[in-house]
């Protein structure tokens, strides 16, 4: 079954830098596109960056743009965020996400467990 694992969450100061990453299991990782959201307390999951299956096209969310990039091995079934210049308003739990679509149409959501990133001095 697929399986999404973050790792690499934690404590940094203003301004630091933090790398994520999620292994991905139980299906065919270079022929889909991938995602990170993350997840502020009492607010809604948003979207933080996007990457193609090939990893040759991104998209970011206005705020984390030149500030942090997604990256992706297919050869090690692996997802990257580089994050840089963190603020304290970055603080969240960080998701690994994917979908599929099937010939009806249907999407099936796929979500790691989550990985806490928190800014603070």
């Known amino acids: 079954q697929v399986q999404l694992v973050e790792s690499g969450g934690g404590l940094v100061q203003p301004g630091g830098s933090l790398t994520l990453s999620c292994a991905a299991s139980?299906?065919?990782?270079?022929?889909?596109?991938m995602r990170w959201y993350r997840q502020a307390p009492g607010q809604e999951r948003d979207m933080v960056a996007q990457?193609?299956?090939?990893?040759?096209?991104?998209v970011y969310a206005d705020s984390v743009k030149g500030r942090f990039t997604i990256s992706r091995a297919n050869d090690k079934d692996a997802l990257y965020l580089h994050m840089n210049s963190l603020k304290p308003e970055d603080t969240a739990v960080y998701y690994c996400?994917?979908?599929?679509?099937?010939?009806?149409?249907?999407?099936?959501?796929?979500w790691g467990q989550g990985t806490q990133v928190t800014v603070s001095s």
């Open positions: 996400y994917t979908w599929t679509t099937n010939s009806a149409g249907v999407v099936t959501d796929y």
């Open positions: 990457i193609s299956s090939a990893g040759g096209s991104t």
């Open positions: 139980g299906f065919a990782f270079s022929m889909y596109a």
